[in-house]
């Protein structure tokens, strides 16, 4: 599975953006699908998922929203309000027998998007 993400960009606080993964190969649905993020200087950290059902992080719920389009082979992460901390790298990711919420059970990355939020 090949995993290619796009829609980042630079927003001002307050706006929104729509990030877009879009995966090779047939078995996609078979995937739960997760996104992460990296802010400079820090770790890279959950922000939310896709499968049977959906998680977020606790701290980015009501603001995000994941979704996936199994018929185009499209995961999705909707963003609105954003906040200047809300500025990194995002990826999406593959896990063929878990979550997609941690890190460990990913078995593809995307090469991610860089999402910059001005104040």
């Known amino acids: 599975v090949q995993l290619q993400a796009s829609g980042g960009g630079l927003v001002q606080a307050g706006g929104s953006l729509r990030l877009s993964c879009r995966a090779s190969?047939?078995?996609?649905?078979?995937?739960?699908m997760g996104w992460f993020r990296q802010a400079p200087g820090k770790e890279r950290e959950f922000v939310a998922a896709?499968?049977?059902?959906?998680y977020y992080a606790d701290s980015l719920k009501g603001r995000f929203t994941i979704s996936r389009d199994d018929a185009k082979n499209l995961v999705y992460l909707q963003m609105n309000s954003l906040k200047p901390e809300d500025t990194a790298v995002y990826y999406c990711?593959?896990?063929?027998?878990?979550?997609?919420?941690?890190?460990?059970?990913?078995?593809?990355w995307g090469k991610g998007t860089e999402v910059t939020v001005s104040s």
């Open positions: 990711a593959a896990d063929y027998s878990g979550s997609a919420t941690s890190q460990a059970g990913i078995d593809y």
């Open positions: 190969g047939r078995t996609f649905s078979m995937y739960a």
């Open positions: 896709i499968g049977y059902s959906t």
